[in-house]
């Protein structure tokens, strides 16, 4: 089998998100429609809300030119730093035009955002996102891995893809042709991070360029052959060779768990048995 080269497989796996638990989870940044709907809705919102409130208290009291300066000016701050930054900081990254877009502002490692990445996100959004109309921002979104803006740059988040994020993976099942051979194989646990890259893969297969899919099938197949022995027959599909492999792995260690299961269910029903020959205490009323 032939191995792939290095980019392809580091490609396949820059939406992996490792926690503080170690535990990998799959990522999907939000793309760039739904991030500009977001902006609008809620500039829009925001505006609305503070034009309607200075409308009113200017026709409520008579100002002079330097108070209607000083409303104005205070109206911007409003609309573009201080309501952003409270509303993102109160709702942990999802204002309403995020929460209508399907998105969320987290953290590059994936938690909520505070109060000082709402505030770097709002301050820095008045020169990338209204000073400019956002010129910058896109500019921006394109050339960064996750779609940040300059904002998201400064503060360490992203917008996350909320909805419809989820993938359901279909459940695994074993090659006929290769049944009997992974009955009878040594397969060995494979590495966490190989078996999830393996996984994600086969649950990807249909969304892959041809040329793509071959190349990485051949590099997680060769990853994945040092663990077994002996080798599949010749000339073996790796997309096939993978199944078996994962799908042998699961039923042994679900096998395995059953089996301590059964054992500690056991164990446990033998020490709360009496002592041999102890009757068990007869309790009558009184």
Same mark, same amino acid.
């Given at each position: 089998m032939t191995t792939a080269t290095?980019?392809?497989?580091?490609?396949?796996?820059e939406d992996l998100l490792i926690t503080g638990e170690a535990v990998?989870?799959?990522?999907?940044?939000?793309? +760039?429609?739904?991030?500009?709907?977001?902006? !609008?809705?809620?500039? !829009?919102?925001?505006a609305m809300v503070v034009g309607t409130l200075a409308a009113?208290?200017?026709?409520?009291?008579? !100002?002079? /030119?330097?108070? +209607?300066?000083?409303l104005l000016v205070t109206s911007i701050v409003l609309v573009m730093v201080i309501i952003p930054t409270v509303v993102e900081t109160l709702t942990r990254g999802r204002s309403l035009g995020k929460l209508a877009a399907g998105i969320r502002?987290?953290?590059?490692?994936?938690?909520?955002i505070r109060l000082r990445h709402a505030f770097v996100r709002s301050l820095t959004g008045v020169g990338e996102l209204w000073l400019t109309a956002g010129g910058v921002a896109i500019i921006c979104s394109l050339v960064t891995r996750r779609g940040k803006r300059v904002g998201d740059v400064l503060a360490g988040t992203?917008?996350?893809?909320? #909805?419809?994020?989820?993938? #359901?993976?279909?459940?695994?099942?074993?090659?006929p042709e290769l049944a009997e051979w992974a009955a009878h194989a040594d397969i060995a646990t494979l590495p966490d991070t190989l078996s999830l890259t393996a996984r994600r893969f086969l649950d990807r297969t249909g969304s892959l360029a041809l040329d793509s899919r071959v190349a990485l099938g051949r590099d997680l197949a060769a990853r994945v052959e040092p663990f077994v022995s002996p080798?599949?027959?010749?000339?073996t599909n790796p997309e096939r060779f993978l199944a078996a492999v994962l799908v042998s792995r699961r039923?042994? /260690?679900?096998? !395995?768990?059953?089996r301590s299961q059964s054992a500690m269910a056991n164990a446990t029903a033998e020490l709360r048995r009496l002592p041999h020959?102890?009757?068990s205490p007869d309790v009558t009323p009184g």
């Open positions: 290095a980019p392809g497989a580091a490609r396949f796996g990998a989870l799959e990522v999907r940044p939000a793309s +760039f429609l739904p991030r500009v709907v977001s902006a !609008l809705i809620d500039g !829009l919102l925001y009113r208290l200017s026709y409520a009291v008579a !100002l002079n /030119e330097a108070q +209607f300066a000083t502002i987290v953290r590059d490692d994936g938690g909520p992203y917008a996350l893809r909320v #909805r419809g994020a989820e993938r #359901r993976s279909l459940p695994l099942v074993m090659p080798p599949p027959p010749w000339g039923d042994r /260690e679900y096998a !395995l768990a059953s020959g102890t009757a």
